[in-house]
């Protein structure tokens, strides 16, 4: 997986912000996936800051049961759980599956 710069990140974020132009227009400028921005939009919505490239983290059983139930009992989806816990979609998919 690419990592992206904070500066980057936080340049098409606020382009978006300004409404200089949609999520799908941003991918395109800056050859990206769409979903990759609409997941760097839709975490800095959430909690205010842009996510930085980290480490591997590891997460315990009580966490990821956590994760699971906050996305079973409330009308979300993956993306925005993921979002709320500063997960990627890809991880909370998998632990639905365990």
Same mark, same amino acid.
């Given at each position: 997986m690419a990592k992206y710069s904070p500066e980057l990140k936080a340049e098409i974020i606020s382009k978006y912000n300004q409404g200089m132009a949609t999520s799908i227009q941003?991918?395109?400028?800056?050859?990206?996936?769409?979903?990759? @921005?609409?997941?760097?939009? !839709? +975490?800095?919505?959430?909690q205010g800051k842009i996510r930085h490239s980290r480490n591997k983290r590891i997460f315990d059983t009580d966490f990821k049961l956590? @994760?699971?139930?906050?996305? !079973? +009992?409330?009308?979300?989806?993956?993306?925005?759980?993921?979002a709320r816990f500063d997960l990627l979609?890809?991880?909370?998919s998998h632990w639905r599956t365990l």
């Amino acid at each position: 997986m690419a990592k992206y710069s904070p500066e980057l990140k936080a340049e098409i974020i606020s382009k978006y912000n300004q409404g200089m132009a949609t999520s799908i227009q941003l991918a395109r400028e800056y050859n990206l996936n769409s979903r990759v @921005v609409r997941s760097w939009i !839709q +975490t800095y919505r959430l909690q205010g800051k842009i996510r930085h490239s980290r480490n591997k983290r590891i997460f315990d059983t009580d966490f990821k049961l956590a @994760v699971i139930d906050y996305y !079973q +009992t409330h009308e979300v989806t993956i993306a925005e759980v993921a979002a709320r816990f500063d997960l990627l979609p890809g991880q909370v998919s998998h632990w639905r599956t365990l």
